[in-house]
Nanobody, 112 residues
Framework: QVQLVESGGGLVQPGGSLRLGCTTS????????MGWYRQAPGKQREMVASISRIGNTSVKGRFAISRDNAKNTVYLQMDSLRPEDTAVYYCKAIRSGGLVYWGQGTQVTVSS
């Protein structure tokens, strides 16, 4: 089993920054891919960043993804935030055997 807990969401003004964290526990060594997704009201969930076990990353736009192996945490750095970035942000992990795990989500609201 793998557990994911997101943190760092909140209210930020347009142009501001936030760093989200996704802390993993359980069978952490079996994870080979992690990603950040977001879902805005009335829209489909979309991926915004990902990182593989060997460090290959994929990011969308103004976001950056990184990890701290010592803390079993993957971060999503979001800069120059816009109102359209408002969404619930979810962390996803895929482990050996193709098992998929999701976190509970953290709300990000960009508003003045």
């Amino acid at each position: 089993q793998v557990q994911l807990v997101e943190s760092g969401g909140g209210l930020v003004q347009p142009g501001g920054s936030l760093r989200l964290g996704c802390t993993t526990s359980g069978s952490v060594s079996s994870i080979y891919w992690m990603g950040w997704y977001r879902q805005a009201p009335g829209k489909q969930r979309e991926m915004v960043a990902s990182i593989s076990r060997i460090g290959n990353t994929s990011v969308k736009g103004r976001f950056a993804i990184s990890r701290d192996n010592a803390k079993n945490t993957v971060y999503l750095q979001m800069d120059s935030l816009r109102p359209e970035d408002t969404a619930v942000y979810y962390c996803k992990a895929i482990r050996s055997g193709g098992l998929v795990y999701w976190g509970q989500g953290t709300q990000v609201t960009v508003s003045s």
